[in-house]
Nanobody
Framework: QVQLVESGGGLVQAGGSLRLSCAAS????????MGWFRQAPGKEREFVSAINRSGSLKYYADSVKRRFTISRDVAENTVYLQMNSLKPEDTAVYYC?????????????????WGQGSQVTVSS
C-alpha cells in the first residue's frame, strides 16, 4: 500500500520559515518524480514545485521562486519543501504528490499518488 505522509506544517509569522517533509512508503521512491501542491480555502489546488527522480531537475511556481526549495533524500524516501520568507498568501494545505511523469507536474499531467496534506498558516 502506497503512502505519502506529510509533516512539518504549522503556524508561523510572516517572514518566517517552515520545512515540510513527505515520507513515501510502498513504492520505489527513486522511480517517481515528486511534487508539492497547495490549496487555500475557497481556491483550487495549485502547483508549487517539482523535482525529478534523481533530484537533478527542479522547477517552481512563479509565486514561490527564490523563497521555496525542493529537495529529496533517496535513502530516506523523503521529499522536502523548505519555505522561507513566508507570506500570509502562502497559507494553505500543502500536498505532496508522486508521478512517473516529471514534465507533467504542474502542467495537468497525471498524479499517481497524493498525500493527505499538511496545514501551513502564515499570520501577518
Amino acid at each position: 500500500q502506497v503512502q505519502l505522509v506529510e509533516s512539518g506544517g504549522g503556524l508561523v509569522q510572516a517572514g518566517g520559515s517552515l520545512r515540510l517533509s513527505c515520507a513515501a512508503s510502498g513504492l520505489t521512491f527513486s522511480s517517481y518524480a515528486m511534487g508539492w501542491f497547495r490549496q487555500a480555502p475557497g481556491k483550487e489546488r495549485e502547483f508549487v514545485s517539482a523535482i525529478n527522480r534523481s533530484g537533478s531537475l527542479k522547477y517552481y511556481a512563479d509565486s514561490v521562486k527564490r523563497r521555496f526549495t525542493i529537495s529529496r533524500d533517496v535513502a530516506e524516501n523523503t521529499v522536502y519543501l523548505q519555505m522561507n520568507s513566508l507570506k500570509p498568501e502562502d497559507t494553505a494545505v500543502y500536498y505532496c504528490a508522486a508521478t512517473t511523469n516529471y514534465y507533467g507536474l504542474g502542467r495537468g499531467g497525471p498524479i499517481d499518488y497524493w498525500g493527505q496534506g499538511s496545514q501551513v498558516t502564515v499570520s501577518s
